[in-house]
C-alpha cells in the first residue's frame, strides 16, 4: 500500500457538489421517514428508549418511589431520542411526565413516532454529508455519490433512520469520530484535534458499539506515527524522539477535549456507581468495591457500563437457522449478510474488491479500511446477536469502501455499479412502507432461518387495524401473537391503543391446549420460529403457507381451512 493517494486529491471544497448531496439526501430521507413512521405502530423498544431519553434529560433517573431502570445503552443516545419530546413539552408550558409514558402523553403516541422520526431523519444528513465529503476526497465525486445513493437506499439502513432506536445514530457517532481523529493525526491542528476529543465522547456516549473507539484511534495513531515513517524510509527512532514532545502535547489536548465533552454531553452529571450482579443467583451479593456507591463525575455512563456487561454475562435469546442460544455464533452475521445486503449492492463490493486489480490500494484508505476490520472484529465476536441492524458500523464504512470501483473502473465498470445501485433502489422501494423485514430475494418462510429485528420489530399494529376493518364480517375471532414489550403492569399498551377490543391477544403464559382451534391467527414470524417460547407452540405452523402476510411481517392463518372443517391440531 503506497504512502500517498495516487489521485492526489487535497480535501474537497465545502461547493455546491456537497450541499447537492445534502440536499438530495433531504429529499429522499425526510418524506420517506414519514411515510414509514405514518403507516406504522410503535415498535418493540420505542417506550423503553424514549422513558430513559427523558429522564436522562430531566434528571430524573434516580426519583425516590420509582423503579431504577437498567441502563443498557448510553444516556446521551437516548437523550437525543427524546429530545424533541422534552422541547414540546418546554414549549407547552408543562413539564415531562416521571416515568414517561408515550401512551399517556398529551402529544399521542402517532404524534410523538413522527416528531421522533422527523427529528433523526434530520440528525441522519450529517451522516451523509460526511461520507460524501470523505470519499469525494479518497475517489473523486462519482464515488461520493455512488457512496451516498448506497446509504440512501440501503433497506436496512432505511428501516432504522425513523424508529426511536440507537443504531444510526451509533453509526453517525462512529463514523464522524474516525474521520476527525484521521484528519487531527494527518494535520494536527488546535481545533482538530479538540474537534477529535469533542466526536470521540459523542459517540462513546451514543452507543456503546463505540466502545473500542480508543483502541481503533490508537491504531490510527501507531498508523501515522509509526508505519508510515517507516515507508517513507525515515530513521524511526530519530523520528519519533524529535516529535516526542508535539504528540505528547497533542495527546493531552486530546484528552483534556475528551474529558470535558464527555462530562459536558453528560449534563455535568454526578452519579454514584451501581453494581448489576451478572444473575438473579448473585442478587444478594455484596457491592465488591464501595466506591462505586460514591457520586462520581460521569458515573451515569459507569452505571449504563454495568448494565451492559451484566446483559453480556447474562445473554440475550438469538435464533439461527433454527436453533436458539443466550450467547450467539461466530457465523451469525455471515449468514445474515446473505439474507439482508442487497443483491445489487453486492455486486458494487464485489466490484470494489475487484478494483484491487486496476487501482492499487493507497495510504488515506486505511481511515476507512481500519474502522471497517476493527467493528467487523469486534461485532462477530460479540455473543449477543439480536439483528443485522448492530452490524451497521462496520457495514458503512465498508459501503464506502465499495464505491472505489467508480473511481478508476472503466465505462463497463462504472456500469455495472450504477446497474447495482439501480437495482437495489427498485427493490428497496418495493418493500416500501416495510423495510425491516426486507429479504435479498423470495424465500420459504425465511424467519426459519434468522429471526428478530431482521424479520418483525412490533411495527405492525396500524395495518393489523386496517386489515381487519377491510376484511368480510363474516364473525370469526381473530387471534394475535404480537411481538412488543409489556410495561411494568403486564400490558401490553400497544395493542391496546391501535387495535382495542378487534383482536383476542394470545399471551406469552398462554399453554398449547388453550391455543385456539378456528377462527384467524396473526402470528409475528418471531413467534412462530419460536423465539423466546420456553415450548415450540406453534411449530404445528410450519408446514401451512399463510393465507395473508400484513405489513411484509405478520402472518395470517386461518385454523379453519388448516383444519379442513375441524379443530385446528397444535401438535
Known amino acids: 500500500m503506497s504512502a500517498t493517494s495516487p489521485i492526489a486529491r487535497p480535501w474537497p471544497p465545502i461547493d455546491r457538489w456537497f450541499w447537492l448531496a445534502i440536499g438530495l439526501g433531504a429529499l429522499v430521507v425526510i418524506p420517506r421517514s414519514y411515510w414509514i413512521t405514518d403507516a406504522h405502530s410503535s415498535t418493540f423498544d420505542d417506550q423503553y428508549h424514549l422513558e430513559r431519553g427523558a429522564a436522562f434529560l430531566t434528571n430524573t433517573l434516580d426519583m425516590p418511589g420509582i423503579p431504577r431502570p437498567d441502563l ?65 476526497h479518497l475517489y473523486g465525486i462519482q464515488s461520493a455519490y455512488l457512496a451516498c445513493i448506497c446509504m440512501l437506499i440501503e433497506p436496512t439502513i432505511t428501516a432504522h ?42 459517540a462513546m456516549l451514543t452507543k456503546h458499539t463505540a466502545l473500542i473507539l480508543p483502541g481503533v484511534v490508537g491504531l490510527m495513531a501507531g498508523l501515522h506515527w509509526v508505519i508510515r515513517p517507516w515507508l517513507a524510509g525515515l530513521d524511526l527512532r530519530a523520528d519519533l524522539r524529535a516529535k516526542l514532545g508535539a504528540r505528547f502535547k497533542l495527546v493531552a489536548l ?90 445489487g449492492l453486492a455486486l458494487v463490493f464485489v466490484l470494489g474488491l475487484v478494483s484491487i486489480r486496476w487501482f492499487r490500494p493507497f495510504w488515506d484508505e486505511w481511515s476507512l479500511l481500519v474502522p471497517a476490520l476493527a467493528w467487523t472484529v469486534f461485532l462477530v465476536q460479540a455473543r449477543i446477536n439480536v439483528g443485522f441492524r448492530h452490524f451497521l458500523p462496520p457495514y458503512v464504512f465498508w459501503l464506502m469502501l465499495e464505491s472505489r470501483c467508480v473511481a478508476r473502473g472503466g465505462a463497463v465498470v462504472r456500469g455495472l455499479a450504477w446497474c ?17 423485514g426486507y429479504m435479498n430475494y423470495p424465500r420459504h418462510k425465511p424467519y426459519l432461518a434468522i429471526n428478530d429485528s431482521n424479520v418483525d420489530w412490533g411495527q405492525g399494529l396500524k395495518q393489523v387495524d386496517q386489515w381487519i376493518n377491510n376484511r368480510p364480517k363474516d364473525g370469526r375471532p381473530v387471534y394475535l401473537r404480537y411481538f412488543g414489550l409489556q410495561d411494568r403492569e403486564g400490558r401490553f399498551r400497544a ?29 409475528s414470524p418471531i413467534h412462530e420460529a419460536g423465539l423466546y417460547d420456553v415450548m415450540p407452540r406453534f411449530q404445528a405452523l410450519w408446514r401451512f403457507t399463510p393465507d395473508s402476510i400484513i405489513g411484509d411481517s405478520l402472518l395470517v392463518y386461518d385454523l379453519d381451512r388448516m383444519g379442513d372443517g375441524k379443530p385446528f391440531r397444535w401438535n
Not at 448510553?74 to 424533541?84: K, S
Request: aromatic letters at 10%; charged letters at 10%.
Open 72 to 136: 443498557n445503552d448510553p444516556p446521551l443516545g437516548e437523550g437525543l431520542l427524546a429530545l424533541p419530546i422534552v422541547v414540546a413539552d418546554l414549549v407547552q408550558g408543562r413539564s415531562t411526565p416521571t416515568p414517561f409514558n408515550m401512551y399517556e402523553h398529551p402529544l399521542g403516541v402517532d404524534r410523538i413516532l413522527l416528531l421522533v422520526a422527523m427529528w433523526k431523519s434530520i440528525l441522519f444528513l450529517p451522516l451523509v454529508a460526511l461520507v460524501f465529503h470523505w470519499c469525494r
Open 495 to 523: 395493542v391496546e391503543h391501535y387495535l382495542g377490543s378487534k383482536v383476542h391477544l394470545i399471551l406469552p403464559d398462554t399453554k398449547p391446549e388453550d391455543l385456539p382451534t378456528s377462527g384467524i391467527l396473526i402470528i
Open 254 to 343: 486530546w484528552v483534556a477535549a475528551f474529558v470535558i465533552s464527555f462530562w459536558a454531553f453528560l449534563l455535568f452529571d454526578v452519579h454514584p456507581v451501581i453494581y448489576h450482579p451478572p444473575g438473579p443467583q448473585e442478587g444478594a451479593r455484596p457491592v465488591r468495591y464501595p466506591i462505586l456507591r460514591q457520586p462520581v463525575p460521569g458515573g451515569l455512563y459507569l452505571w449504563s457500563i454495568q448494565c451492559a456487561i451484566s446483559h453480556g454475562k447474562m445473554g440475550h435469546d438469538g435464533y439461527l437457522l433454527g436453533e436458539t442460544r443466550k450467547h450467539g455464533w461466530l457465523h451469525y452475521y455471515p449468514v445474515v449478510l446473505s439474507y439482508k445486503v442487497p443483491l
Open 161 to 202: 433512520i425513523s424508529v426511536p432506536a440507537l443504531d444510526v445514530l451509533g453509526v453517525t457517532g462512529i463514523a464522524l469520530a474516525c474521520y476527525c481523529a484521521w484528519r487531527a493525526l494527518e494535520s494536527p491542528t488546535l481545533l482538530r484535534v479538540a474537534a477529535a476529543g469533542g466526536s470521540m465522547a459523542l
Open 420 to 436: 447495482g445501485v439501480l437495482l437495489t433502489a427498485i427493490h428497496g422501494a418495493s418493500w416500501l412502507p416495510n423495510p425491516m
